[in-house]
T-cell receptor
């Protein structure tokens, strides 16, 4: 299947700083990318959907000013957690869909964020 | 809103047994369903999918059954192996929209 690369896999940052997570589709063009958050032993919660070249659509309850999403190209989307707090510590996962009506989404390997 | 849910949080089986993981969904408009496997610290991995115009689909050692009458989805794993130990999620898709994930079932396979 198609490959989605997420970087970094682990990051530790101090409270109040910002951290950027990258999601790249390596062998296909991802017209739509999704960002999920996952707490331990819980399911994936969709945070936002981003389409290349347009603003992301955030799910209810997700602060768009805190979780900045940029999808500047067909192969790259970034999630920036701004002014991070310990409660932002979580596992963040991206997925990408190829255009043309394909429904299958390919997932990155996830990023473990720890805010200290 | 409508959601996808799972009945069992943990399923323990012996190596070689067949495993069945169940999922109930409530959105009758969903037309595409996917099962994912997630190992600890990793992203979800696609296992098998099924469209709403089918009621059964088979892969290698896995079978997905869809019962639209009762809005039920199941994943059957034949001859379960220790490497199958993971959390399994079902997900539903309505049209060309996002995936909604179920709560997950942890499968534990004992040698």
């Amino acid at each position: 299947g198609a490959v989605v690369s997420q970087h970094p896999s682990r990051v530790i940052c101090k409270s109040g700083t910002s951290v950027k997570i990258e999601c790249r589709s390596l062998d296909f063009q991802a017209t739509t990318m999704f960002w999920y958050r996952q707490f331990p032993k819980k399911s994936l919660m969709l945070m936002a959907t981003s389409n290349e070249g347009s603003k992301a659509t955030y799910e209810q309850g997700v602060e768009k000013d805190k979780f900045l999403i940029n999808h500047a190209s067909l192969t790259l989307s970034t999630l920036t957690v701004t002014s991070a707090h310990p409660e932002d510590s979580s596992f963040y996962i991206c997925s990408a869909r190829e255009g043309g009506g394909s429904a299958e989404a390919f997932f990155g390997q996830g990023t473990r964020l720890t805010v200290v | 809103g409508e959601s996808v849910g799972l009945h069992l949080p943990t399923l323990s089986v012996q190596e070689g047994d067949n495993s069945i993981i169940n999922c109930a969904y409530s959105n009758s408009a969903s037309d595409y369903f996917i099962w994912y496997k997630q190992e600890s610290g990793k992203g979800p991995q696609f296992i098998i999918d099924i469209r709403s115009n089918m009621d059964k689909r088979q892969g290698q050692r896995v079978t997905v059954l869809l019962n639209k009458t009762v809005k039920h989805l199941s994943l059957q794993i034949a001859a379960t192996q220790p490497g199958d130990s993971a959390v399994y999620f079902c997900a539903e898709n309505s049209g060309y929209s996002t995936l909604t994930f179920g709560k997950g079932t942890m499968l534990l396979v004992s040698p």
